[in-house]
């Protein structure tokens, strides 16, 4: 359990240091949005999602680690490894914004 513990805290805050360089050094807080209505987790879903990783990958990666510094390494690993799929994603819906408006620009000339 304490292993755990130890990678979902390790894990959080690698994704908080990399919401950090994500929004220029910037924690954004949670908030209400109105459009979709619900709510923004901001750094929260940051520190949730490296978290997350990192407990699965030391779950099934090495279920009984015997050196803490392993442990902290694939926790690191982990929680980068999850923000670098979210930003791939977010890459991905912004392209697909541009080449909408693109094909807009198209139809107007």
Known sequence: MNTLIIA????GITGIVSHLMRNGKVL???KKR??????????L?????????SVFAVTYIIPEPE????????SI????TAE??????????EKAKVEG???????FK
């Open 8 to 11: 979902g805290c390790i894990g």
């Open 77 to 80: 690993l982990a929680g980068m």
């Open 84 to 93: 670098n799929v979210l930003l791939k994603r977010e890459l991905n819906i």
């Open 45 to 53: 879903a940051d520190f949730l999602i490296g978290a997350a990783a």
């Open 67 to 74: 050196v803490l510094r392993t442990l902290i390494g694939i």
């Open 28 to 30: 954004i807080f949670p």
């Open 101 to 107: 408006l693109d094909r807009i620009n198209k139809r």
């Open 34 to 43: 109105a459009r979709p209505k619900g709510i923004y987790l901001g750094f």
